[in-house]
C-alpha cells in the first residue's frame, strides 16, 4: 500500500465530472450540490455562471470581472471549446462565446499518475461582457484552518448519475479538515451528508460572501471528501492573466 500523498503534492483529481449538455437545456433541473440548499440567498449567487465544453461537460465558474470567468482547470483543458451558460430574464438559456482561456501553467493532467501536484484553474475571458446583473465575486487571500466552517457551492448533481439534478445553483456548509497537514496550496473539507458532485467542478469555496478557493475534487462518491484550490497563493497568476485582459478581480 502507497503511504498517501504529502499536501503539497497531493493532485486536485478531475473527479467532479460534467454531465450531458443536452439533458442540461433539455429540461429545468431540479437542484444541485449533495446535501445542500438553492436560492437566491446562497452565498455567491450573484457571481455564478456554468462553464460547458464541447463534449458536453459542464462545470460551475466564478465571475470576476465583467467578461472573466474563473473556474477548473480540467474544465478546460483538453477541451476544444468552452462557452459561459447562463439564463437571461426570461429564462432562456445563453451560451456565451469565449474570446480566451488561460490554464494555470501549474496544472498537470497526468498528476495522479504521476502523482504529482497540480494547480486545478483557469481563467476564460468572454467575447461579450455579462449582463450587469452578474457581480464580480469578492476574492479572499486567506488560509483556512481545521475547523471551520466554510460554504461550498455550484450547479451540480445532488447524486450520482442524477444528470436532471445539475443546473441550479445551491450551497452546502462544509467543515474544514486536515487530513494530511495543513497546506498552502489546497482545502479539503467533509460534513455528514454533504459534499460536492458532478457539474460542481469550479465552483466557489465560501468565507462568508467572500471566495477562498475553486472546488476541483471529491474523493469516491458524490457528497464524499472534497477539495479546492486556495486562491491567496495563485493571486499573482490570476491578477496577471486578467490584468492582461484589461481587467482586474476584487481582493
Avoid at 450531458?20 to 455562471?49: D, H, K, Q, Y
Wanted: hydrophobic fraction near 45%.
Amino acid at each position: 500500500m502507497r503511504a498517501p500523498t504529502p499536501p503539497a503534492a497531493r493532485p486536485a483529481r478531475p473527479a467532479l465530472r460534467a454531465a450531458s449538455l443536452a439533458v442540461l437545456l433539455a429540461a429545468t433541473p431540479a437542484a444541485a450540490i449533495v446535501g445542500g440548499r438553492e436560492g437566491a440567498e446562497v452565498p455567491g449567487a450573484a457571481s455564478a455562471v456554468m462553464v460547458l465544453t464541447a463534449g458536453g461537460g459542464v462545470c460551475s465558474g466564478i465571475v470576476v470581472a465583467a467578461d472573466a470567468v474563473l473556474t477548473a482547470g480540467h474544465c478546460v483543458a483538453g477541451a476544444g471549446e468552452n462557452r459561459v451558460h447562463y439564463r437571461d430574464e426570461t429564462g432562456r438559456p445563453v451560451l456565451a462565446e469565449v474570446a480566451a482561456r488561460s490554464l494555470h501553467p501549474g496544472y498537470d493532467g497526468d498528476a495522479i499518475r504521476g502523482r504529482t501536484r497540480s494547480i486545478d484553474l483557469a481563467l476564460l475571458r468572454t467575447r461579450e461582457p455579462l449582463p450587469a446583473r452578474f457581480v464580480p465575486a469578492d476574492l479572499r487571500a486567506a488560509m483556512p484552518r481545521a475547523g471551520q466552517n466554510l460554504t461550498l457551492a455550484g450547479y451540480g448533481a445532488t447524486r450520482g448519475g442524477d444528470r436532471r439534478s445539475i443546473g441550479r445553483y445551491r450551497g452546502a456548509p462544509l467543515t474544514v479538515i486536515e487530513p494530511y497537514g495543513p497546506s498552502r496550496i489546497l482545502v479539503w473539507m467533509q460534513a455528514a451528508g454533504a459534499g460536492g458532485c458532478q457539474g460542481d467542478s469550479g465552483g466557489p469555496i465560501l468565507e462568508g460572501a467572500a471566495v477562498l478557493a475553486v472546488a476541483a475534487w471529491v474523493k469516491g462518491a458524490c457528497g464524499g471528501l472534497t477539495q479546492g484550490i486556495l486562491l491567496g497563493p495563485q493571486r499573482a497568476w490570476i491578477d496577471r492573466t486578467l490584468a492582461g485582459w484589461g481587467a482586474s478581480a476584487r481582493w
